[in-house]
T-cell receptor, first 113, second 117 residues
Framework: QKEVEQNSGPLSVPEGAIASLNCTYS??????FFWYRQYSGKSPELIMS????GDKEDGRFTAQLNKASQYVSLLIRDSQPSDSATYLC?????????????FGKGTKLSVIP | GAVVSQHPSWVICKSGTSVKIECRSL??????MFWYRQFPKQSLMLMAT?????????EQGVEKDKFLINHASLTLSTLTVTSAHPEDSSFYIC?????????????FGPGTRLLVL
């Protein structure tokens, strides 16, 4: 069974600090990885996708992928109170033509003003 | 672009009744739509994958006769919860993608909160 593991948190960081969110996955053949943000009572919204080993930066967000370690992370620089949400790591299945996502349980981030 | 809508946003119904939830891709044609369910403080669980014009593929443990999915067009998929019971109360979220436009990225609708009394 494919599994995606995240620390449930809550992770508390002061405003302006760097928040680091981590995720590990079990399916070694997975090639596509996504980070979604979910505010309480709302549906997920896409933050970033990453497909290759290394770092990918988009504004204050940096996704990091290490396929050998089956590890993906999200860094949020200059954290803002509006970043307070649950962050979901999602991994796409490795089967041919499979576009199904397996989600972790999410890490709840709280940015303290 | 990549806007997905759901209707209704919330619904309350009596036990034993059926409820239909619509999922629409507003500005693109979706090759595939997905239906998820999320219980409080839990993550999203995939219920089924739906391709236009073909039968939905249900995940293990999801009753296809209870959760009817119709994907009649490239912009509309519907989920009907038949004979709903209180344990079906949940947050139902659809997502849509177009492989040509977005590769593997899924865009989510705003969700439908169902409460069965």
């Amino acid at each position: 069974q494919k599994e995606v593991e995240q620390n449930s948190g809550p992770l508390s960081v002061p405003e302006g600090a760097i928040a680091s969110l981590n995720c590990t996955y079990s399916d070694r053949g997975s090639q596509s990885f996504f980070w979604y943000r979910q505010y309480s009572g709302k549906s997920p919204e896409l933050i970033m996708s990453i497909y290759s080993n290394g770092d990918k930066e988009d504004g204050r967000f940096t996704a990091q992928l290490n396929k050998a370690s089956q590890y993906v992370s999200l860094l949020i620089r200059d954290s803002q109170p509006s970043d307070s949400a649950t962050y979901l790591c999602a991994v796409m299945g490795s089967g041919a033509g499979s576009y199904q996502l397996t989600f972790g349980k999410g890490t709840k981030l709280s940015v303290i003003p | 672009g990549a806007v997905v809508s759901q209707h209704p946003s919330w619904v309350i119904c009596k036990s034993g009744t059926s409820v239909k939830i619509e999922c629409r891709s507003l500005d693109f044609q979706a090759t595939t739509m997905f239906w998820y369910r999320q219980f409080p403080k839990q993550s999203l669980m995939l219920m089924a994958t739906s391709n236009e014009g073909s039968k939905a593929t249900y995940e293990q443990g999801v009753e296809k006769d209870k959760f009817l999915i119709n994907h009649a067009s490239l912009t509309l998929s519907t989920l009907t919860v038949t004979s709903a019971h209180p344990e079906d109360s949940s947050f139902y979220i659809c997502s849509a993608t177009s492989v040509l436009l977005f590769g593997e990225t899924q865009y989510f609708g705003p969700g439908t909160r169902l409460l069965v009394l």
